[in-house]
């Protein structure tokens, strides 16, 4: 099982898109206050439909408390479109965490700077500033289920 952590979420549609990704996998969703919304909002819960209570989510007030609770042995990959090192270059395994930023803004620069051989991106033509929230999450989240289906055979 992954673990998809989204850092002050501000869409609730892609929040609950996320949400039906991580149910479609088995995916633990980690989200990290403060949120840009409500978790009753009604368009979170339209994007992630009747799936919502069904998807295993826990709220953290910070990125280091949720990451204090996570295995030894995971590791944490922060995606960006700040560095050169496409995600499918990584061994993703089961129990990673694959963080995500803020649609408006992305990942803190300095949380950047501290991990900078564990940043991911999702390569696009030059020109493209970035995608949407819930396709990069999507993307990348299944390119960890591919790469487990390939080692269990």
Known sequence: ????????????????????????????????????????????????????????????NSLAECLAHKDQAATVYYLT????????????????????GRETKGLPETLLHENEERLLTIPMVAGTRSLNLATSAGIVLFEGMRQLAIRQG
């Open 1 to 60: 099982m992954f673990h998809i952590v989204l850092v002050e979420p501000e869409i609730p549609a892609n929040t609950g898109n996320i949400a039906r990704s991580c149910l479609a996998t088995g995916a633990h969703l980690h989200l990290i206050q403060p949120l840009g919304f409500s978790l009753e909002d009604r368009y979170l819960k339209r994007a992630g439909m009747d799936y919502w209570k069904q998807v295993k989510v826990s709220l953290w």
């Open 81 to 100: 479109t700040k560095t050169q090192r496409p995600y499918y270059s990584a061994n993703l395994q089961a129990g990673d965490y694959l963080v995500f």
